[in-house]
C-alpha cells in the first residue's frame, strides 16, 4: 500500500491510537482517564468523581450520581519520554491518544457495544481487591466480539486487600485470558511506591512530596525486586514463545532476547489477540498511569496495524468490500453515536475509516439511498466543541445537521458504497408507562422522548393500543429513571411514571401449520388473500426467520413481500399475553389468489391471520428475562441471603470464598428482584453488596404465567 497519510494530517495514522476505558462499575475507569488527561497536559487541575469534578462525567445525573452513564470521547497527546534521570510532564508532541471512557452499570452496555466497535484498542480496569467482576466479563466478551486488542490495568493498588497475582489469576479463570505482568506493584496497600519494570529489569518510584504523582525516578532494584522481576520476565518470555513465532525461535535456541524484541513481540501477540500484558498501579493515588499511556502507545495497535474494516456492497450483499486505513482513499465512515446537544443541535459521532472528509463534503448512506451535507465538523472534548475543517482515516470525530441518521449507520463515497456492519444491541427488559402532567407537556413529550430514542438504541417508546398510553423499554430500573430525569432537566417536560413492568417474550414449543383468509365482497372490487404456512421453534437467541418455500405461483411473487411483512406484524403480539414473540421459524408454504381482488393487504392480513392460527395449535408459552447475579457478602450472612434468592425463584449456580467473604452466584428472574438493594441490606445490616446483568430468557411457570394472563386481561 502506498503512504496511507495525507501531508495536511497533523499526527500520522502510526503514531494515532483510539482506545477505549471499560470495566465493572467502580473499577476506576473515570479517575484514570481524568489522570491520563492531567499527564498528558490536557487538563491543568486533576478532578475527582466523589467530588463531581471531572471531565468526562460532565452530566448532571452523572456528577451526582457518581457514576458514567454515556461514553464520552477525548483526545490527548504524548511524547516520547528518556529511559532515565527524575522528569516531570513531558515535552514533544509524538502520538495522538482518542480516548473513550464508557459506563460500568449493566444498564448502559449498550455504550460500551458502540464504543468498542469503533475503537482499536481497549484498557480493561480491574479493581486490585475484586479482581474480575460480573460487568467485567461482560465488557471482555464484548471486545472480544469485535476483535478489539486490550491491555489489563489492575487499578485500586493502594487499598486493603489489595492482591495482583490473584487479579492475574482471576483475568486467567474467568476471562480465559493469556495474562502475564509487565509493570508489577511495587509494594500494596498503604506501601504501594511504584512500578517494577518486569521487561527493563528497573523500578519506578514516585515521590511522595510531590501529590499529584508528575515526579518520579527510575531507580536499580533491591536483590528481592530484581529476582521477582527476573522470574517474571523469564515466564513473561516462556509465554510469549507460545504465541509468537519470533520469539519462540530464540527461545529455543536458548538466546537471550533484548529489551526491543521482547516489546516487539509483546505488541505482535497483544495486536494479534493472543496475549494481556498487566500494568499494576493506583489511578486514584497517582501511580503508575504514565506508564500505562507508555504501554498503550507501545502495544496497542494504530489503524494500520489491524485488518482492514470488512463491509458489504449494498448492491449484493454477497459480496464484501475492503475500506483501507488510507487518506487517498475513497471516503468511509461509520455513526456510532448520536447525541442531542442543548446547544449544537443533534451531535454525530462518527470513526473515519478510508479517506477524508472536509467541511461542506457530502457523503452517501447506503440505508436511505440519499445524499447529506457535512456543514460542520467537530473535534469533542468531552463536553466541549471545537470546529474543525477536515478529518482524515483513523479519526474519531462529530457533525451536526444530518437528518435522516441512525446508530450504525455507514457514510461513504456514491461512487464506491459500502455498508459496514453497526454494532448489535441487547434487547430491553424492563418497561413502565408514562404520561405529561400537563397538556403543554402532552405535545412536548412524544418529540423529547422520540429523540432520546434516537441517541439511544437500548430505549425503546411505543403506544399501548388498547390504553392509549406511552411505554418506555430499558435496560433497567436505573436507565429508565435516567431517561425521565433527563426527560425533566434537559426538555422540561413533567411526567408521571408507573410502576416498571417486565418486557416478558411469547414463544412455541412444537410446530404446527396455519392457514389465513382474507375474503371481502361488498359490491364492487373485493379483498381476496390467502396463506398457508407453517411455524417452528428455533434455540433461544435466534430472533424470527421467515422462508417463503410457495412453489408453482399458488401465490403471486409479488405478494410475498406483503406475507412478509404480516407475519411480521403479527409476532409484535403473541397470542399468551399480546407480548412479541421471539425464536420461531415461518416458512411459507401454499395459498391461492384471485386476479381481481387479490392486492397487497389482503395479503399481508391473511399473513397475520395465518400466523395467528398456527400459533394457537403450536403450544405457546411465556418467556420471562433471567439476570445473572453475583450478591458479595460475610460469610455470616450467605445463608441468609441465599435462602432469600431461592424464594425469588432464584438457581444458586456457584459460591466462591474469598477472604473472609462469600460470593454468591445465581440465576434470577427480572420480576422477582425488584427492591432487591433494601433487602440484602436489611438482611446484612448494610454488609453486603450486589450487581446483576441480562442473562436469557426462560420458560415462565405455569402457574406465574396464568397470573400474569389474567393481570393482562
Not at 483510539?18 to 492531567?38: P, Q, S, V
Not at 493469556?178 to 504501594?192: H, K, R, T, V
Not at 451535507?373 to 478529518?391: C, G, L, M, N, W
Amino acid at each position: 500500500m502506498s503512504n496511507p497519510n495525507s501531508p495536511k494530517r497533523a499526527y500520522a495514522l502510526e503514531r494515532t491510537r483510539n482506545i477505549g476505558i471499560c470495566a465493572h462499575i467502580d473499577a476506576g475507569k473515570t479517575t484514570l482517564t481524568e489522570r491520563i488527561l492531567f499527564y498528558t497536559g490536557m487538563i491543568h487541575k486533576i478532578g475527582e468523581v466523589h467530588e463531581g469534578t471531572t471531565v468526562t462525567d460532565w452530566m448532571d445525573q452523572e456528577r451526582e450520581r457518581g457514576i458514567t452513564i454515556t461514553s464520552a470521547a477525548t483526545t490527548c497527546f504524548w511524547g516520547q519520554r528518556k529511559d532515565e534521570g527524575v522528569y516531570k510532564a513531558f515535552e514533544g508532541v509524538k502520538h495522538r491518544v482518542n480516548i473513550i471512557d464508557t459506563p460500568g452499570h449493566v444498564d448502559f452496555t449498550a455504550e460500551v457495544e458502540r464504543s468498542l466497535r469503533v475503537l482499536d484498542g481497549a484498557i480493561a480496569v480491574f479493581c486490585g481487591v475484586a479482581g474480575v467482576q460480573p460487568q467485567s466479563e461482560t465488557v471482555w466478551r464484548q471486545a472480544t466480539k469485535y476483535n478489539v486488542p486490550r491491555i489489563a490495568f489492575v487499578n485500586k493498588m493502594d487499598r486493603v486487600g489489595a492482591n495482583f497475582e490473584n487479579a492475574i489469576k482471576t483475568m486467567r479463570e474467568k476471562l480465559s485470558a493469556n495474562a502475564w505482568p509487565i509493570l508489577y506493584p511495587m509494594g500494596a496497600e498503604d506501601q504501594l511506591k511504584g512500578q517494577i519494570d518486569i521487561i527493563n529489569l528497573k523500578g519506578v518510584i514516585y515521590s511522595d512530596n510531590d501529590k499529584i504523582g508528575s515526579t518520579y525516578q527510575i531507580v536499580e532494584l533491591t536483590p528481592e525486586q530484581l529476582e521477582l522481576a527476573e522470574n517474571a520476565r523469564q515466564e513473561l518470555i516462556e509465554a510469549l514463545s507460545n504465541v509468537d513465532d519470533e520469539m519462540a525461535e530464540l527461545f529455543l535456541e536458548e538466546k537471550v532476547p533484548t529489551v526491543e524484541q521482547i516489546k516487539a513481540a509483546v505488541r505482535r501477540a497483544t495486536i494479534a489477540n493472543k496475549f494481556v500484558p498487566v500494568v499494576g498501579g493506583s489511578a486514584f493515588k497517582n501511580k503508575g498511569v504514565q506508564f500505562l499511556v507508555d504501554a498503550v502507545i507501545d502495544y496497542l495497535p494504530s489503524p494500520v496495524d489491524i485488518p482492514a474494516a470488512k463491509g458489504l456492497d449494498p448492491d449484493d450483499i454477497s459480496k464484501s468490500i475492503i475500506a483501507e486505513p488510507d487518506d487517498s482513499g475513497k471516503f468511509c465512515g461509520l455513526a456510532f453515536k448520536l447525541w442531542t446537544d442543548p446547544f449544537v443541535g443533534k451531535l454525530i459521532f462518527f470513526r473515519v475509516y478510508s479517506g477524508s472528509i472536509k467541511k461542506g463534503d457530502t457523503v452517501y448512506n447506503p440505508r436511505t439511498n440519499k445524499r447529506e451535507r457535512v456543514s460542520r465538523i467537530i473535534q469533542i472534548q468531552a463536553d466541549r466543541r471545537e470546529d474543525i475543517d477536515e478529518v482524515f482515516s483513523g479519526d474519531i470525530a462529530a457533525t451536526v445537521g444530518m437528518k435522516d441518521v441512525k446508530t450504525g449507520d455507514t457514510w461513504c463515497d456514491e461512487d464506491r458504497p459500502i455498508m459496514l456492519e453497526p454494532p448489535s444491541f441487547p434487547e430491553p427488559v424492563i418497561s413502565m408507562a408514562v404520561e405529561p402532567k400537563t397538556k403543554a407537556d402532552r405535545e412536548k413529550m412524544g418529540e423529547s422522548l422520540g429523540r432520546l430514542a434516537s441517541e439511544d438504541p437500548t430505549l425503546t417508546v411505543c403506544t399501548n393500543e388498547e390504553t392509549g398510553q406511552t411505554i418506555l423499554a430499558g435496560m433497567g430500573e436505573l436507565h429508565l429513571d435516567i431517561i425521565l430525569d433527563r426527560l425533566k432537566r434537559e426538555h422540561n417536560v413533567e411526567t408521571n411514571a408507573g410502576a416498571p413492568q417486565i418486557a416478558y417474550r411469547e414463544t412455541i414449543l412444537q410446530p404446527a401449520d396455519g392457514e389465513g383468509k382474507l375474503v371481502k365482497q361488498s359490491g364492487g372490487r373485493g379483498q381476496y388473500g390467502h396463506v398457508i404456512l407453517d411455524v417452528a421453534p428455533l434455540e433461544r437467541g435466534k430472533g424470527l426467520v421467515i422462508e417463503n418455500k410457495v412453489v408453482g405461483g399458488n401465490i403471486p411473487k409479488e405478494y410475498i413481500p406483503a406475507v412478509k411483512k404480516g407475519i411480521e406484524e403479527a409476532v409484535l403480539n403473541g397470542v399468551v399475553a399480546g407480548y412479541r414473540v421471539i425464536d420461531i421459524q415461518v416458512n411459507i408454504l401454499d395459498g391461492s389468489y384471485h386476479e381481481v381482488d387479490s392486492n397487497e393487504l389482503a395479503f399481508k392480513m391473511a399473513g397475520i391471520f395465518a400466523v395467528k392460527d398456527a400459533m394457537k395449535k403450536a403450544k405457546p408459552i411465556l418467556l420471562e428475562p433471567m439476570m445473572k447475579v453475583e450478591a458479595v457478602t460475610p460469610d455470616e450472612f450467605q445463608g441468609d441471603i441465599m435462602g432469600d434468592l431461592n424464594r425469588r425463584r432464584g438457581r444458586i449456580m456457584n459460591i466462591e470464598n474469598k477472604q473472609g467473604a462469600s460470593l454468591v452466584h445465581a440465576e434470577v428472574p427480572l420480576a422477582e428482584m425488584f427492591g432487591y438493594s433494601t433487602a440484602i441490606r436489611s438482611m446484612s445490616k448494610g454488609r453486603a453488596a450486589y450487581s446483576m446483568e441480562p442473562s436469557h430468557f426462560e420458560q415462565v411457570p405455569t402457574q406465574i404465567q396464568a397470573a400474569i394472563v389474567d393481570q393482562k386481561k
